[in-house]
């Protein structure tokens, strides 16, 4: 286990240094365990099988605060897909009990600011908390082109794009517009999603899932809290970056913030018609299983049975087991 400690009690004072000391063609899990306290640093992981583990999860702090507004050296601006805190492009990677944050401020300011950006697959997410506001937490990869302009920047600009499974338990993730986003097969297990009040009619999105099409799964949301501290009816469930976006939410507890339609479809006709939103069994103050928008679905008993956590991320390689 490589130790990262800011007051110089272990290998490394910076997280970034212990990810380096990695050798590049890394085939064994490496546990890095980071000590409590705030690490401000912008945070590349490359090389496959690395777990990073946190001393207590709200005192174990990635932070940055880079924006879209924010302008490289050379005049261009910096876009959505350079703000992050944390980029992830390795497969088998796992963090636990951590918080990464982008503290860049609100999006009608800034911009989007991307907390974590995570591409690969077979990404483990337990108990951490994601902290930002527009756009927080970037699944990976990108849509096949973007729907203005001729690239998306960052990153995985003209790379190969990995389309991942990614799963997350026990976690907390705030932010307003988008800020579940991405083209992943991903699993929430017992989340709690915060949307925060930007005191606006819409208060924002809490998913913006660009599913790749003829994936049978995009989102999937099991035993989940959608918390805020918005007005009552002012937050949607989602809306479909791409046309294909697939989001469910199974046995959730939904808020008062959630807008009684549920679903938006970003003004696509096509998406209304291609997309898969559904919910089972949802309950609190703004479930409905009859106040949804036309085209959105309550999964019968029977529908519901595909939606297990092995059937939707398993695979052939059990590597959830």
Known sequence: M?????????QFKTIQAAIDSIPENNSEEVEIYIKNGVYKEK?????PYITLIGEDNEKTILTFDDYAKKLFPNGEAYRTFNTYT?????????????????????????????????????????????????DTLFTGPLPPKPIEG????????????????????????????DFIFGSATAVFNK????????????????????????????????????????????????????????????NCFIGEHIKKEGWHSWDKPLAEKETYYA?????????????????????????????TISNILGGNDNWLS
């Open 279 to 307: 919910e089972y069994k949802s309950y609190g103050p703004g479930a409905s299983d009859t106040t949804r928008v036309s085209w959105s679905h309550i999964l019968t008993d029977e529908e519901v049975n595909k939606y």
């Open 43 to 47: 945070i590349s992981i490359l090389k």
């Open 86 to 134: 944390i980029f992830i492009r390795a497969n088998d990677f796992t963090a636990k009990n951590l918080t990464i944050e982008n503290s860049a401020g609100q999006g009608e300011i800034v911009g989007q600011a991307v907390a974590v950006y995570v591409e690969g697959d077979k990404s483990i997410f337990k108990d951490c908390r994601f902290l930002a506001n527009q």
């Open 150 to 177: 001729n690239n998306f920047g960052g990153p995985m600009e003209g790379k190969e794009r990995t389309v991942g499974r990614q799963y997350y338990e026990n976690c907390y993730i705030e932010g307003d517009i």
């Open 191 to 250: 989340c709690e999603i915060f949307s925060k009040d930007i005191n606006s009619e819409v208060n924002g999105y809490a998913t913006a899932a660009s599913t790749v099409q003829g994936r049978e799964f995009g989102y999937v949301f099991f035993d989940c809290k959608l918390t805020s501290n918005a007005p009552a009816h002012t937050v949607y469930l989602g809306r479909p970056w791409r046309d294909y976006a697939k989001t469910v939410f199974i």
């Open 2 to 10: 490589i130790i990262v400690s800011k007051d110089g009690n272990g």
